[in-house]
Protein backbone atom coordinates (compact mmCIF):
# COMPACT_ATOMS: atom_id res chain seq x y z
CA UNK A 1 0.00 0.00 0.00
CA UNK A 2 1.51 3.46 -0.69
CA UNK A 3 1.76 5.55 2.12
CA UNK A 4 -0.57 7.67 3.67
CA UNK A 5 0.34 11.04 2.42
CA UNK A 6 0.86 9.35 -1.53
CA UNK A 7 -2.41 8.66 -1.24
CA UNK A 8 -4.36 11.84 0.63
CA UNK A 9 -2.54 13.47 -2.78
CA UNK A 10 -4.00 11.32 -5.22
CA UNK A 11 -6.87 11.91 -3.41
CA UNK A 12 -7.10 16.13 -3.32
CA UNK A 13 -6.19 15.78 -7.19
CA UNK A 14 -9.10 13.40 -7.80
CA UNK A 15 -11.47 15.95 -6.27
CA UNK A 16 -10.26 18.70 -7.04
CA UNK A 17 -10.00 17.49 -10.41
CA UNK A 18 -13.73 16.52 -10.60
CA UNK A 19 -14.60 20.39 -9.46
CA UNK A 20 -12.25 21.77 -12.39
CA UNK A 21 -14.38 19.42 -14.79
CA UNK A 22 -17.55 20.35 -13.38
CA UNK A 23 -16.85 24.11 -12.97
CA UNK A 24 -15.31 24.33 -16.66
CA UNK A 25 -17.64 22.10 -18.60
CA UNK A 26 -15.73 22.02 -21.81
CA UNK A 27 -12.30 22.23 -22.82
CA UNK A 28 -10.27 25.44 -21.81
CA UNK A 29 -8.07 25.66 -24.82
CA UNK A 30 -10.31 23.93 -27.70
CA UNK A 31 -14.03 23.22 -26.20
CA UNK A 32 -13.84 19.75 -26.57
CA UNK A 33 -14.95 17.68 -23.92
CA UNK A 34 -13.58 18.05 -20.33
CA UNK A 35 -11.56 14.83 -20.09
CA UNK A 36 -8.77 15.84 -17.46
CA UNK A 37 -8.17 19.04 -15.69
CA UNK A 38 -4.79 20.64 -17.10
CA UNK A 39 -1.71 22.78 -15.80
CA UNK A 40 -0.95 25.99 -17.05
CA UNK A 41 1.86 26.56 -14.58
CA UNK A 42 3.52 22.68 -14.84
CA UNK A 43 4.61 20.40 -11.55
CA UNK A 44 3.59 23.41 -9.15
CA UNK A 45 0.04 25.22 -7.75
CA UNK A 46 -1.69 21.53 -8.17
CA UNK A 47 -4.55 23.10 -6.75
CA UNK A 48 -4.96 26.43 -7.89
CA UNK A 49 -7.79 27.16 -9.20
CA UNK A 50 -6.88 29.51 -11.58
CA UNK A 51 -3.66 27.71 -12.38
CA UNK A 52 -5.82 24.24 -13.37
CA UNK A 53 -8.75 24.44 -16.07
CA UNK A 54 -10.42 21.39 -17.92
CA UNK A 55 -8.94 19.98 -20.78
CA UNK A 56 -9.69 17.42 -23.31
CA UNK A 57 -7.42 14.33 -23.79
CA UNK A 58 -5.74 15.80 -26.86
CA UNK A 59 -4.87 19.30 -25.44
CA UNK A 60 -3.97 18.07 -22.38
CA UNK A 61 -1.70 15.10 -23.29
CA UNK A 62 -0.60 14.75 -27.15
CA UNK A 63 -0.18 18.94 -27.06
CA UNK A 64 1.23 19.08 -23.75
CA UNK A 65 -1.25 21.56 -22.57
CA UNK A 66 -1.56 23.49 -25.35
CA UNK A 67 -0.07 26.09 -24.03
CA UNK A 68 0.19 29.22 -26.47
CA UNK A 69 -3.68 28.93 -26.78
CA UNK A 70 -4.03 27.72 -22.84
CA UNK A 71 -2.08 31.02 -22.34
CA UNK A 72 -4.36 33.57 -24.35
CA UNK A 73 -7.43 32.01 -22.81
CA UNK A 74 -6.03 32.55 -19.41
CA UNK A 75 -4.89 36.30 -20.09
CA UNK A 76 -8.53 37.06 -21.35
CA UNK A 77 -10.18 35.52 -18.25
CA UNK A 78 -8.31 36.47 -15.54
CA UNK A 79 -7.37 40.15 -16.97
CA UNK A 80 -3.22 41.71 -16.94
CA UNK A 81 -3.10 41.60 -13.38
CA UNK A 82 -4.23 38.53 -11.83
CA UNK A 83 -1.82 36.88 -15.11
CA UNK A 84 1.01 38.43 -13.21
CA UNK A 85 0.18 37.08 -9.83
CA UNK A 86 -0.21 33.95 -10.72
CA UNK A 87 2.78 34.13 -12.50
CA UNK A 88 4.60 35.10 -9.03
CA UNK A 89 2.60 32.00 -7.32
CA UNK A 90 4.10 30.02 -9.42
CA UNK A 91 7.77 31.07 -8.16
CA UNK A 92 6.92 31.25 -4.58
CA UNK A 93 4.74 27.61 -5.00
CA UNK A 94 8.03 26.35 -6.53
CA UNK A 95 10.04 26.71 -3.16
CA UNK A 96 7.13 26.34 -0.75
CA UNK A 97 7.22 24.15 1.76
CA UNK A 98 6.56 20.26 1.98
CA UNK A 99 2.89 19.51 1.62
CA UNK A 100 1.77 17.86 4.78
CA UNK A 101 -1.20 15.37 5.88
CA UNK A 102 -3.51 18.24 6.54
CA UNK A 103 -2.74 20.26 3.51
CA UNK A 104 -4.49 17.68 1.45
CA UNK A 105 -6.95 16.91 3.85
CA UNK A 106 -7.76 20.38 3.70
CA UNK A 107 -7.96 20.60 0.04
CA UNK A 108 -10.40 17.63 -0.41
CA UNK A 109 -13.10 18.81 2.68
CA UNK A 110 -12.67 22.15 0.68
CA UNK A 111 -13.67 20.88 -2.98
CA UNK A 112 -16.24 18.13 -1.72
CA UNK A 113 -18.32 20.98 -0.62
CA UNK A 114 -17.43 23.19 -3.59
CA UNK A 115 -18.84 20.02 -6.01
CA UNK A 116 -21.82 19.60 -4.02
CA UNK A 117 -22.34 23.59 -4.54
CA UNK A 118 -21.66 23.54 -8.16
CA UNK A 119 -24.18 20.64 -8.34
CA UNK A 120 -26.95 22.23 -6.64
CA UNK A 121 -26.58 25.52 -8.82
CA UNK A 122 -27.09 23.23 -12.07
CA UNK A 123 -30.41 21.68 -10.96
ZN1 LIG B 1 -8.99 20.48 -26.17
Redesign the pocket.
Known sequence: MRPKLARLKDNAWTIFSQYIRTRDKK?F????SPDNAGHFFHNCLDFDEENIHA??V???KWLSG?LAIYSVNLLKLLGQKKFELLNIRHYQDMVAQKRDEEYYEKIIKKYKRKIALLEQSLV
Open positions: CTCNGQCRCNN
